[in-house]
C-alpha cells in the first residue's frame, strides 16, 4: 500500500514531534491574547516592553513617549504572567531548568538584532505575528514575510557553517 | 489615540492582564517556542511545528477580533472601544522585520518566548534578554536624536 503510506511518511519527516503540543501550545497563546482583548480592550503584544520598561531608568525621548509611560506598569505585569505562566507549565510536567545550548554569542548578539528590529519594524512574532496577521493587517503581513524570509535564510547559513546547535 | 485611564490601573485590569500573560506564557512553553533549539529546527525546515503555533494563535486572535470589533460593544473593564491592530506602513516595517529576521534566525528567541524562556529556568536566555534590552535602547538612542526617522504616530497604542 505504498500510496497510503507515503504521505505519512513525509508527514512524519516534517513533524518529528507530532503537531498536538504546537497546536495546543497556539490556541492557549491565542487565549491569552483573547482573555486581555476581551476584558480590556488592549491588545497586548511582547516587545514593547522593552522600549516602555527603559523608561523607567532613561530619560532618551523615545521610552518616555505618553503611549509608553501609561502601559508601562501593566505591560511589566504581562511579562511577569508570561515568566510566571511558563514557570507553572515547567513545574508541572518536570522540565524546569531546561537549559539551552545555543551559544552565548548567539543569544546576545542574536537579541541585539531583535531588539533593534522588533522596535524599529513596530512589532514582533505576537504584536505581528498574532495580533497583526489575526486582524489581516497588510502592515503586519509584510513585516512577517519579511521576518520570516530573513530568519529562514539566516538559519540556514548557520546550519551551513557548521554551527550547532 | 486612547490614552490611559485610570481604569487600566484598576485591580481587575492588573489581574486580568496578568492571568492572560500567564496562559500566553504557559502556551508559548508548551508549545517549545520558550527553547531556542525548536525554533531553529523550524527555520531550518528540521521540524515545521511552529506553522500551527503561530497559525493556531493567530486563528483564535482573528476570531476574537472578528466578533469584538462587529457584535460587541466596548470593553467591559476599561470601556475602551475594541479595535483591530492596523499600524501604518514605511520603510522601518521593512528594515526592522529584515534586522528581526536576521536575530531570530541567529539565536532562536524572540521578545514573548525569552520571558518564557526565563520562565522554565532556562538562565543562559537571560544574554538574550539582555541583548533584546541592549538592542531596543540602541534603536529608540539613535531615532530620538536624528530628525530623519520615519516612525509617524499610530493610530492604535498597542503591541
Known amino acids: ?165 | 489615540m486612547s490614552a490611559a485611564t485610570n481604569e487600566d490601573r484598576s485591580l481587575g485590569v492588573t489581574l486580568l492582564i496578568l492571568l492572560g500573560g500567564m496562559v500566553f506564557g504557559f502556551g508559548l512553553a508548551l508549545s517549545g517556542m520558550a527553547k531556542p533549539e525548536i525554533v531553529l529546527d523550524f527555520l531550518q525546515f528540521d521540524d515545521l511545528g511552529l506553522l500551527f503555533v503561530m497559525g493556531g494563535a493567530a486563528v483564535v486572535s482573528g476570531v476574537v477580533f472578528f466578533v469584538a470589533t462587529r457584535f460587541l460593544d466596548r470593553a467591559p473593564l476599561t470601556g475602551r472601544a475594541y479595535t483591530r491592530r492596523l499600524k501604518s506602513m514605511n520603510r522601518n516595517v521593512l528594515a526592522g522585520g529584515a534586522i528581526f529576521g536576521v536575530g531570530w534566525g541567529i539565536s532562536g528567541i524572540c521578545p514573548g518566548a525569552a520571558y518564557a524562556s526565563v520562565g522554565i529556568g532556562n538562565l543562559p536566555i537571560l544574554w538574550a534578554v539582555l541583548g533584546m534590552f541592549l538592542g531596543a535602547y540602541a534603536q529608540g538612542y539613535v531615532r530620538s536624536y536624528r530628525a530623519d526617522d520615519a516612525d509617524t504616530s499610530d493610530t492604535v497604542p498597542t503591541d
Not at chain 1, 515547567?90 to 524546569?96: D, I, P, R, V
Not at chain 1, 489581516?136 to 530568519?151: D, E, G, H, I, R
Request: proline share 3%; net charge positive; aromatic share 10%.
Open chain 1, 1 to 165: 500500500m505504498i500510496t497510503t503510506t507515503l504521505p505519512l511518511v513525509a508527514f512524519a519527516e516534517l513533524f518529528p514531534r507530532g503537531i498536538a503540543q504546537y497546536a495546543a501550545g497556539g490556541l492557549l497563546i491565542g487565549l491569552g491574547v483573547a482573555t486581555i482583548y476581551l476584558g480590556t480592550g488592549i491588545i497586548a503584544g511582547a516587545s514593547t516592553f522593552l522600549e516602555s520598561t527603559l523608561s523607567y531608568v532613561s530619560d532618551v525621548p523615545r521610552f518616555n513617549r505618553t503611549k509608553y509611560l501609561a502601559s508601562r506598569d501593566w505591560r511589566v505585569v504581562f511579562t511577569l504572567g508570561i515568566v510566571g505562566g511558563a514557570a507553572v507549565y515547567a513545574l508541572a510536567f518536570g522540565e524546569f531548568g531546561w537549559t539551552t545550548a545555543v551559544q552565548p554569542w548567539r543569544l546576545l548578539g542574536g537579541g541585539f538584532l531583535v531588539g533593534v528590529g522588533t522596535r524599529l519594524g513596530k512589532g514582533c512574532t505576537s504584536g505581528h505575528g498574532v495580533c497583526g496577521v489575526g486582524s489581516l493587517s497588510q502592515t503586519s503581513l509584510v513585516n512577517v514575510a519579511t521576518f520570516m524570509a530573513f530568519a529562514i535564510g539566516t538559519a540556514q547559513i548557520v546550519a551551513a557553517l557548521g554551527v550547532s546547535p
